[in-house]
């Protein structure tokens, strides 16, 4: 008998929401034909410009309107000339004209498909999910009308059998394990288990019924498999498993996770490799001082200096850098928290731990006070940005080193030259985001110290 997952349950109702929504969209595309005019919310628009949008403006009854294909560029409406669904429409009040453009989630939606090819395809990600549902709404649209009002009791009696058929998380689980504890299983099988088992353990529950079942040394296994796509799966599995899940974290390491993670980074060949497992890495020690405190004394922080030299690319410098930023900011928040808060027993532990993860005279000696300013080269404003971070985070360790570094008083002056031009030139095209601002006043800050 063949089962049907939660995961496929999940896209039956979303197709019976979309199918819902639309049928919404029809009726109110019959009773409001008007242009509805709204305060313009878009910052691209003009100063004093007013925005009329209409989502339905349509159609099929109106046959001696003359319908224009909007593009990604604005053109102007003539009289008579209607748009299709979906377009942006604005009126523009200082010139009379209406002008229309492809609309936002259409626009969106091209330029995402441009991008497609470059970006890495290797995660399932929430915009990918978006994309499917789009594309299952534009097949829906294109269905009989017939088709899109099926009796509600046909529905219903579906969803019942469905329902019926459903195998829990639980049980999912245990058959997916068993299989991967079965010899007989090819590696082509385990990789496409390890992909269900990541989408299951975001969910807190089943990454600690994941535990329970004793399927963490199967995850390790696979960490330290000669196979680099098992290993990459494997670690990808253990990081979606610990983020945010105290209880997980505390069975890997109680299950040696943190010594086979150390082991394969400083191991794998393979960058793909490499950047799963610090993200396992980064989830395991994500505030949890005791694994942290373990992680500096089996020489973690040596390992990741080695990858970090090792690293052309500036892709695991970042995560690396991002990655002791983090621990810099938890510990000072944790003892900063202890200035006001109240009496908390746990809380004390807890400072009591911090206390024990000596991080920063590992920093000072293991050169990081140098190489976290090389990450300022990187031509990544993002990269530039965690470097910046990061540097402040270490400064009370690293300020003698950081003032005879003349490279990175160089670094500093022209990031901020280059900074304030990118803001002149926002300033006068009216878009100023903010971001850049914010980065002059990290180097400022930084520069401030220094001094
Ligand atoms: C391995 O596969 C064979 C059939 O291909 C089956 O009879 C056997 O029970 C399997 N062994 C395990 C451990 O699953
Ligand atoms: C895997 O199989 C062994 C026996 O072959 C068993 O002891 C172990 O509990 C199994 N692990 C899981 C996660 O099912
Ligand atoms: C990893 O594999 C090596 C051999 O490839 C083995 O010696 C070692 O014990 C394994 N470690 C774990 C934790 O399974």
Known sequence: MKYITTRGWFLLLSASFLLCSHVVRVYTQKSEGALTVVENTDDKGGEGEVVAE??????????????VQPTEEWQTLKPGQTVPAGSHVRLN?????????????????????HRETDESKSSFNFDELKRAMKKMKEELNLESLASRFRPLEELKKDMAELDLLMETDVQILRRLLDQMN???TTTEQRLSILLELEYLVHQVDNAQTLCSMGGLPLILDGLNSSDFRLQESSAFVLGSALSTNPVVQVKAVENGALQTLLTTLATAESVS????????????????????????THGGLQILSELFKADGGGVLRTRI????????????????????????PSHEERVHQYSQVSLQGELLEKGWCSMV???????????????????????????????????????????RLQYQEIIQSEMILGEESGYFTELVELIDALQVKMQ
């Open 373 to 415: 300013p090389q990450l300022l080269q990187s031509a990544e404003h993002d990269y530039r940005e965690k470097a910046l971070r990061a540097l402040l985070a270490m400064a009370p360790v690293c300020l003698d080193q950081y003032r005879s570094n003349a490279a990175l008083a160089g670094s500093l002056h022209s990031l």
């Open 273 to 296: 490799v490499k950047k799963k497992v610090l993200f396992a890495l980064a989830s395991l020690l994500r505030h949890f001082p005791f694994a942290q405190r373990h992680f500096v």
């Open 54 to 67: 209409d989502e339905e403006v349509v159609t099929v009854e109106d046959e001696d309107l003359e319908v």
């Open 321 to 344: 850098v991002t990655m002791l930023y983090d621990m810099i900011s938890e510990k000072e928040l944790i003892s900063q928290a202890g200035l006001d808060s109240v009496q908390d």
């Open 93 to 113: 009040l200082q010139t009379g004209e209406r002008e229309v453009r492809l609309g936002e989630e259409k626009l969106k939606y091209w330029t995402q498909e």
């Open 182 to 184: 079965s010899t007989n």
